[in-house]
């Protein structure tokens, strides 16, 4: 079955970094566009990164973009997403989600459990 395991979460000031990671299993892992998606205390949940399968392109929301960055080793079956200069409203559940098909954004079906990311002083 398909499985995905968010890990990296904690508490960081502003201005700090954090890299998470996601480790999934029971599916061809490099295949299949992953994604990022959080969700602030309170509030809906928010596309944040994707990373397109077979070798494809990355999608940042614009929030994050020359801050964030997404990567994926599919030989360890593990996306990452390197986040530096946090900022208090990047406090969120962070989701690892994987994508129908290879394509960014084309659609989700199965997500990890989170990892909570608190950014303050």
């Known amino acids: 079955q398909v499985q995905l395991v968010e890990s990296g979460g904690g508490l960081v000031q502003p201005g700090g970094s954090l890299r998470l990671s996601c480790a999934g299993s029971?599916?061809?892992?490099?295949?299949?566009?992953l994604n990022w998606v959080r969700q602030a205390p309170g509030k809906g949940l928010e596309w944040v990164s994707s990373?397109?399968?077979?070798?494809?392109?990355?999608l940042y929301v614009g929030s994050v973009k020359g801050r964030f960055t997404i990567s994926r080793d599919n030989a360890k079956n593990t996306l990452y997403l390197q986040m530096n200069s946090l900022k208090p409203e990047d406090t969120a559940e962070y989701y690892c989600?994987?994508?129908?098909?290879?394509?960014?954004?084309?659609?989700?079906?199965?997500w990890g459990k989170g990892t909570l990311v608190t950014v303050s002083s």
């Open positions: 990373s397109g399968g077979n070798g494809g392109s990355t």
């Open positions: 989600v994987k994508g129908t098909s290879p394509i960014n954004l084309y659609g989700m079906d199965y």
């Open positions: 029971g599916f061809t892992f490099s295949y299949y566009a």
